[in-house]
């Protein structure tokens, strides 16, 4: 076999979404994490069951691969979801203008994708699908340049990444304490193998089952890359919310021919953080915290025309204490667009949680958090049915955060991203909403006061586990902050103790617990007790958030 076609793609992507489909059980139990967050698998299959869907008719490679790249992104969910959708970028990007691609034109799309997943995220970790990725790539180069068929540079490329699957132990600890390959690697590899049942004209139990869409291809150029720094789903390391070493929130477009997004990345870099960097080689949209926005609008102008420039400065949005805001500029005899200013929007998991945000303004609430993730589609389409000139944000969920900043990039609308990595966080944050602040303005209060929270979860074991040095055992109660062990045994009232200990509560402050739907108010309430006792000088408080999964999530400020 000599040309992949756009056909054989499909064909090959159907026999992948079979084999995750009949393997997801077993994918998602490789989380690391002993609580009920394994949802790798499950985020894979939805994301490449969108890409499968966005087909429409026949068409050539080029043509396939570009509606997949966009099915991908739109229906991309959590990390390993969203890192899945950029290989599917890179693949369109190696393969645009091509009728069919032979085995080296296809190796070298192959390193187009997992170039377009490392780039997705600004601090790789090594042991992770990204390792798997470019493993696979390297070693379908390798046996391309020796002049093999389709069937045998990808035969070559499986065994590289199932080489590098069996090597991610002894990268990450995390990994070798628990005994597992990493999840998303594993996910990867069993996606190659039904690829290559395909390629090879074997049956795939499912492929009889799924239909392509009929109609015309509407294609709409996806977005390329996310420099964000976010973690794999494996490595939920604490964000500082508060720290503000850059001021200045720098946006601009770059326009032109030939642009690169790798030499725009290792200029703009060393000037600051919270680099973004997507689009294409005709139009490059940037996105950088810094202090010196000037050198980056002339890095900007060296590559091409520079178009639609915004500088804020964070700090400004950031004081406590704001002693009046200008007036409104609106010019009072222009017309009135009926839209709301701005919006919020919200990821929430829990009846109760949805209650108290929508009581502090959110507008549109996004169902989904621990274990089911939302899409990037369905972040877009919240967004957009605001009807908001701008839109707020609230992730509420580290796995969601990448999602939500490639949602970012797929709507007209214009959207702040407040990173809040938990629901106590996220009320925080909208107790501040104001719509008669500017964006910026609201943006900076609520990061500051998401800042302030302090936030752990309580739950239960769901297997026998190594994690944090400790021995846990199905059915022990956890206590967890930002993706550590603060508590474990069988006992809920020494691991709510523990967790309120180890957020470091003291003379003041406020601790808030909000019981889920497993809990009753009665036991909240008997808990509340038990805390007041054991913590005198704190005001504690309780609500009922509803969130599955969870018995407690609890916040201290």
């Known amino acids: 076999m000599n040309r992949l076609t756009g056909a054989l793609v ?13 393997n997801e059980a077993r994918i998602n139990a490789l989380n690391v994490f002993p609580v009920p967050d394994g949802d790798t698998a499950s985020n894979m299959i939805l994301t490449l069951k969108a890409a499968i869907d966005a087909v429409r008719g026949q068409g050539s490679l080029a043509e396939v691969a570009e509606a997949m ?11 390993s979801g969203t890192i899945l959708s950029q290989f599917f970028y890179g693949f369109h990007l190696g393969v645009r203008g091509l009728e069919a691609a032979d085995a080296i034109q296809m190796a070298k799309a192959f390193e187009k994708a997992a170039e377009a997943a490392y780039s997705a995220v600004h601090d790789p970790r090594e042991g992770t699908i990204l390792t798997v990725g470019r493993e696979w790539a390297r070693s379908a180069i390798l046996e391309a340049e020796r002049g093999s068929d ?7 490329a499986l065994r590289g990444a199932q080489g590098a699957l069996e090597e991610t132990p002894k990268l990450l600890d995390i990994l070798e304490e628990a005994g597992v390959v990493d999840a998303g690697g594993e996910g990867f590899v069993v996606g190659l193998q039904g690829a290559l049942a395909a390629l090879r004209g074997e049956p795939s139990e499912l492929a009889a089952s799924l239909t392509v869409n009929n109609g ?9 890359t996310i420099q964000l720094a976010v973690q794999d789903a494996h490595h939920r390391d604490a964000i500082d919310l508060a720290e503000i070493t850059y001021i200045y929130c720098t ?6 021919e030939g642009l690169s997004i790798d030499a725009l990345k290792e200029a703009l870099l060393p000037l600051g953080d919270s680099l973004i960097v997507v689009g294409d080689d005709r139009l490059i949209k940037v996105h950088l915290h810094t202090n010196r926005p000037g050198q980056a609008f002339e890095i900007a102008c060296d590559a091409g025309e520079l178009l639609s420039v915004s500088v804020v400065n964070m700090k400004e949005q950031n004081r406590q204490h704001v002693k009046g805001r200008e007036q409104d500029s609106r010019d009072p005899g222009a017309p009135l667009t009926g839209r709301a200013k701005v919006a919020l929007v919200a990821v929430v998991a829990g009846e109760g949680f949805e209650e108290i945000l929508k009581d502090q303004g959110v507008t549109m609430i996004v169902p989904g958090g621990q274990s089911m993730n939302p899409s990037a589609g369905e972040l877009v389409d919240a967004i957009e049915a605001s009807g908001a000139e701008h839109v707020i944000l609230l992730p509420n969920n580290k796995n969601i955060l990448l999602t939500a900043e490639q949602a970012s990039l797929l709507t007209q609308t214009p959207v702040t991203i407040v990173p809040t990595a938990s629901l106590p966080q996220a009320v925080a944050a909208a107790l ?3 719509p008669e602040l500017s964006p910026e303005e609201l943006a900076g209060r609520m990061r500051q006061a998401a800042a302030r929270v302090r936030t752990a979860e309580l739950t239960r074991a769901m297997r026998d586990a190594r994690f944090n040095g400790a021995q846990i055992q199905q059915g022990d109660v956890l206590a ?6 603060l508590s474990h045994g069988r006992d809920l009232e020494q691991a709510l103790i523990e967790a309120v200990r180890g957020l470091g509560a003291g003379e ?7 019981y889920g739907a497993e809990l009753t108010e009665d036991a909240a309430r008997a808990h509340q007790q038990l805390l007041l006792r054991e913590f005198p000088t704190c005001e504690i408080e309780v609500y009922y958030g509803g969130q599955p999964i969870y018995l407690y999530l609890i916040s201290v400020e």
């Open 216 to 224: 015309a291809f509407n294609g709409v150029h996806p977005l390329q």
């Open 10 to 22: 499909v064909e090959m992507a159907t026999a992948a979404l079979s084999y995750l489909q009949q």
């Open 480 to 485: 967890m902050s930002d993706g550590k062990l």
């Open 508 to 514: 003041g402050d406020l601790v808030t617990l909000y």
């Open 432 to 434: 501040h909403f104001d």
């Open 150 to 156: 389709l069937i045998r540079v990808f035969e070559a």
């Open 251 to 256: 946006e601009f477009l770059i326009q032109g």
């Open 69 to 79: 790249a966009h099915g991908a992104l739109r229906g991309a969910r959590g990390n």
